[in-house]
Structure formats: C-alpha cells, structure tokens
C-alpha cells in the first residue's frame, strides 16, 4: 500500500511542479502595461449649421442640417445627436446617426449633410450636437 501512496503522492507533486512551472513562464508573455485613452480625450465636437427640425407629412420628426470639421484634428465616425424635449422640458426622445462611413476620415474643413427621421410626439425644442473621435 505504502510504494502506491507514494507513486500517487509523486505524481500530485510533479503535476503541481509542472503547472507552476508553465503558470510562471505564462507571465513572461504578459502585454506591457499602459495608459488607457479616455474617450474625453478622443472626441471633437463639430459646428453645426442650417439645422431645421420640424415634423413631416407622415408625423415623424426629420433633422436636417449640414455638420463641419472646424477642428485641427482629422476624425471618424461622425455622428449626430438628438435630443427632443416637450413643453416641461422632459425628454421625448434622444437619438444619434452616424452620418460618415465606417473607417472614412472627416479631415478638418470637411462638411456633410444630413437628414434624417425621429418617432417623436409633442416636441416643443431641441438639442442637437455633432461629435467625431480623433484619428489616431
């Protein structure tokens, strides 16, 4: 019974040598520790202009403007946010479009329309902003 005991017993020893073994070397293969980018950091905002909001014949809202990079910085994904509010000041709906193609750079000086449609009622006012993340 004894030679048993001790064959189980090495075997648990050399299985835990082993997995120490390869749970130390895993850590030589660990990437190198940074900084995280705060996406604070990384977002422009954009001017807007000849924004119209209004409801169309179908009762949707439509939003329409036209967005400009007038930062320094090169930017993507370019999207427009919607915010619509009733007569209190409540918020009716809040929306966002990208208005750029995936991957496409909005350098400085670029402009872009856009038009689209919200499923709203009883919007007294808006908030409308336009935002793209620096390129890299």
């Known amino acids: 019974m004894a030679p048993k005991l001790?064959?189980?017993?090495?075997?648990?020893?050399?299985?835990?040598?082993?997995?120490?073994?390869?749970s130390w070397n895993m850590t030589g293969y660990a990437q190198e520790q940074g900084k995280i980018n705060s996406l604070s950091s990384t977002i422009v905002n954009l001017q807007l202009?000849?924004?119209?909001?209004?409801?169309?014949p179908t009762g949707l809202i439509y939003v329409k403007g036209t967005a400009i990079n007038n930062?320094?910085?090169?930017t993507r994904d370019v999207k427009v946010l919607v915010e619509l509010f009733d007569l209190n000041n409540s918020t009716v709906s809040e929306t966002s479009r990208f208005i750029t193609p995936a991957s496409s750079t909005f350098k400085p000086g670029y402009e872009?329309?856009?038009?689209?449609?919200?499923?709203a009622n009883n919007v007294d006012h808006y908030k409308i902003t336009a935002e793209g993340e620096k390129t890299p």
């Open 71 to 74: 930062s320094t910085f090169d």
């Open 112 to 119: 872009r329309d856009f038009y689209f449609f919200v499923s």
């Open 6 to 22: 001790m064959l189980v017993f090495l075997s648990i020893f050399f299985c835990c040598m082993i997995f120490s073994q390869w």
């Open 49 to 56: 202009r000849d924004i119209q909001v209004g409801e169309s």
